[in-house]
């Protein structure tokens, strides 16, 4: 699978639909989701056209993968809940089901998030 240059992330990154920036540095976008499923709900994105978490801790430079870590702190921060908590979900492949063919995690909080995964 190659990366698809039109997906809706990339059209954020390149500004040709508009976000609701909550973070940005060089390798660095965080948006809020456009359908919340928590109170706060905040998604991190690189820059850089990686598809999924397989392909980002794979092939993604050193420098974008600590400035991706880093970024999650200060998304915390922005987002008021690094002392309250939150939880960091990336989708990956077929048993992951994203929807968005561009790498990405989820940050929710601001409520406590209850159990991890049902697996029933
Ligand atoms: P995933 O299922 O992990 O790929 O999550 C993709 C997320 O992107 C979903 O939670 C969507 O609500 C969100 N999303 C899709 N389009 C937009 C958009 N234009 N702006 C903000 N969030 C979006």
């Known amino acids: 699978m190659s990366y698809d240059m039109n997906n809706i992330f990339a059209k954020?990154?390149?500004?040709?639909?508009p976000s609701d920036k909550v973070y940005e540095d060089a390798h660095v976008l965080?948006?809020?989701?456009?359908r919340p499923q928590a109170k706060v709900h905040v998604l991190i994105i690189p820059k850089g056209?990686?598809?999924?978490?397989?392909?980002f801790s794979e092939k993604?430079?050193?420098?974008?993968i600590v400035?991706?870590?880093?970024?999650?702190?200060?998304?915390?921060?922005a987002a008021?809940?690094?002392v309250t908590?939150?939880?960091?979900?990336?989708?990956?492949?077929?048993d992951g089901r994203p929807e968005v063919p561009h790498y990405h995690v989820?940050?929710?909080?601001?409520?406590?998030?209850?159990?991890?995964?049902?697996?029933?």
């Open 12 to 17: 954020i990154i390149r500004g040709e639909i």
């Open 30 to 34: 965080a948006f809020k989701d456009i």
């Open 49 to 55: 056209p990686y598809i999924s978490s397989q392909d």
């Open 60 to 64: 993604a430079s050193d420098v974008e």
């Open 67 to 77: 400035a991706f870590n880093r970024a999650i702190a200060k998304v915390a921060k």
């Open 80 to 82: 008021g809940v690094a």
């Open 85 to 94: 908590g939150y939880r960091v979900i990336a989708n990956t492949g077929p």
């Open 106 to 120: 989820h940050i929710l909080g601001g409520q406590n998030m209850g159990r991890m995964v049902s697996l029933d």
